[in-house]
Nanobody, 123 residues
Framework: QAQLVESGGGLVQAGDSLTLSCATS??????MGWFRQAPGKEREFIAS?????????YSNSLLGRWFIISTDDAKKWVYLQIHNLKPEDTAVYYC?????????????????WGQGTQVTVSS
């Protein structure tokens, strides 16, 4: 059974860095993505990474921010590094997998989702 489990969230101070982890099991992905959803807002694409060649795609709205997506060599873990966190980064962060053969920022392109991990940034 395909499963994604996020970890690494918590309460941090503005300016801190954080690495979120996503453990994958029971699936072989084409792309893995990270999304986030703040209270009262729609789910927002952050970044995706190809399981084939490691190419990455980042949200244009987050350009200039330090978000870095990566995987381990076995493609069992997917990570999201976030540097210089701001209070507006407070959200539930989700990892998701896609079987499509092309990169997409649409949530609908991802068919398996984790339960999410809460990140709260205090000012």
């Amino acid at each position: 059974q395909a499963q994604l489990v996020e970890s690494g969230g918590g309460l941090v101070q503005a300016g801190d860095s954080l690495t979120l982890s996503c453990a994958t099991s029971g699936l072989s992905f084409k792309y893995m993505g990270w999304f986030r959803q703040a209270p009262g807002k729609e789910r927002e694409f952050i970044a995706s990474i190809s399981g084939t060649d490691g190419s990455t795609l980042y949200s244009n709205s987050l350009l200039g921010r330090w978000f870095i997506i990566s995987t381990d060599d076995a493609k069992k873990w997917v990570y999201l590094q976030i540097h210089n966190l701001k209070p507006e980064d407070t959200a539930v962060y989700y990892c998701a997998s896609s079987r499509l053969s092309w990169a997409s920022q649409a949530a609908s392109a991802f068919d398996v989702w984790g339960q999410g991990t809460q990140v709260t940034v205090s000012s």
